[in-house]
T-cell receptor
Framework: NAGVTQTPKFQVLKTGQSMTLQCAQDMNHEYMSWYRQDPGMGLRLIHYSVGAGITDQGEVPNGYNVSRSTTEDFPLRLLSAAPSQTSVYFC??????????????FGPGTRLTVL | AQKVTQAQTEISVVEKEDVTLDCVYE???????LFWYKQPPSGELVFLIRRNSFDEQNEISGRYSWNFQKSTSSFNFTITASQVVDSAVYFC???????????FGAGTTVTVRA
């Protein structure tokens, strides 16, 4: 199993450009999510999905779109990049145990710089 | 609302010293999970431990140990006989038992000097 994979690892954008961060998992996990990491703020949840066709907003969703057409993939789209979106982005996935959620495992991250 | 506080921003120790990372949390949920993740200089997030709020037993795994005290809403992490490879940012996190959403603390940067 490759686990959770993210592409690209690094990206530089100009203000106003759009792009999609890719995330895939091969563990058949129902839950996937996107976090951003900023200095001194830990990780903050952007969007999440509890299954194909179901997405919802997290703590900091503005400026980002997601969709989940398959169990494996959960892309994050930046519609019009802004310098405030300069951050490290992590994708995570998780399954379930018989009676609760399971531990989330994270991808390697994408470092995004918006000029 | 959930909140995780890691009051220590940075800790610097000499190799072989013990280091304790503090984590205090707030939640209205009666059942919840607490986590510790490690982020080494390479940048990935490595899962270390998950503890259920029902289980207040302390846990030891090699040089790592965790002290969960529900009465003080704390879930502290100790590295015994630290090594240079322990240098990393450590995050404490919290989620409700049937909720996937994680609330993270700001992280504590641990630097172990040879």
């Amino acid at each position: 199993n490759a686990g959770v994979t993210q592409t690209p690892k690094f990206q530089v954008l100009k203000t106003g450009q759009s792009m999609t961060l890719q995330c895939a998992q091969d563990m058949n996990h129902e839950y996937m999510s996107w976090y951003r990491q900023d200095p001194g703020m830990g990780l903050r949840l952007i969007h999440y999905s509890v299954g194909a066709g179901i997405t919802d907003q997290g703590e900091v969703p503005n400026g980002y779109n997601v969709s989940r057409s398959t169990t494996e993939d959960f892309p994050l789209r930046l519609l019009s990049a802004a310098p405030s979106q300069t951050s490290v982005y992590f994708c995570a996935s998780s399954g379930r145990t018989l009676w609760s959620t399971d531990t989330q495992y994270f991808g390697p991250g994408t470092r995004l710089t918006v000029l | 609302a959930q909140k995780v506080t890691q009051a220590q921003t940075e800790i610097s120790v000499v190799e072989k010293e013990d280091v304790t990372l503090d984590c205090v949390y707030e939640t209205r949920d009666t059942t919840y999970y607490l986590f510790w993740y490690k982020q080494p200089p390479s940048g990935e997030l490595v899962f270390l431990i998950r503890r259920n709020s029902f289980d207040e037993q302390n846990e030891i795994s090699g040089r790592y140990s965790w002290n969960f005290q529900k009465s003080t809403s704390s879930f502290n992490f100790t590295i015994t006989a630290s090594q240079v490879v322990d240098s990393a940012v450590y995050f404490c996190a919290l989620s409700a038992v049937n909720d996937y959403k994680l609330s993270f603390g700001a992280g504590t940067t641990v630097t172990v000097r040879a």
